[in-house]
């Protein structure tokens, strides 16, 4: 009775080439790559998104509020916009009708305050404010400002 088993045959097989890896520095260059691209798509999808809830009508309250808590004035833009996708890579931001008006003079006697000018308490006036930054840039840590505009300011 023949007790060999196929797997037991060595006879006539031939042996397997060892696997081959790739090198150390290729290896890690594609996991460093596919890291970095994962990053932007991420940044490029939480710029999307905020940009996409962010609308005019959401942005201008949040703007107003947080900015005059800020500066502990009363900051009033009538508009602030976000648009990334056409200026990308910038993320550009315009404001319409900014106004800041300081809260430091209230506080002022009713006498002093009557020699001052109708506008004294009024820090800075602007019809319309448009920027961007650079994203990429941003994410690497550096703050690239591109075409600022600042129309009729008033300090």
């Known amino acids: 009775m023949n007790t060999t088993s196929p797997h037991n ?7 397997q080439p060892a696997c081959k890896h790739r090198p150390l520095w290729l290896r890690i260059t594609k996991w ?14 939480v710029i999307s998104i905020a940009v996409w809830y962010l609308t005019p009508q959401k942005l201008t309250p949040m703007v107003n509020r947080a900015a005059s808590e800020y500066l502990l004035a009363d900051v009033d833009a009538k508009r602030v916009e976000l648009t990334f996708w056409h200026t990308f890579p910038r993320l550009e931001v315009t404001v319409d009708s900014l106004a800041i008006v300081s809260r430091s003079l209230r506080e002022i006697p009713d ?6 000018p109708a506008d004294a308490d009024t820090l800075l006036t602007v019809n319309r404010f448009s920027g961007g930054i650079n994203v990429g840039e941003l994410t690497l840590g550096n703050i690239a400002l ?3 505009i600042i129309d009729r300011p008033r300090l």
Request: aromatic letters at 4%.
């Open 9 to 15: 045959v060595t006879e006539g097989t031939e042996s």
């Open 146 to 148: 591109y075409d600022v």
């Open 111 to 116: 006498s002093i305050r009557a020699t001052l």
């Open 32 to 45: 460093l790559g596919i890291g970095i691209a994962a990053i932007a798509v991420l940044v490029i999808a």
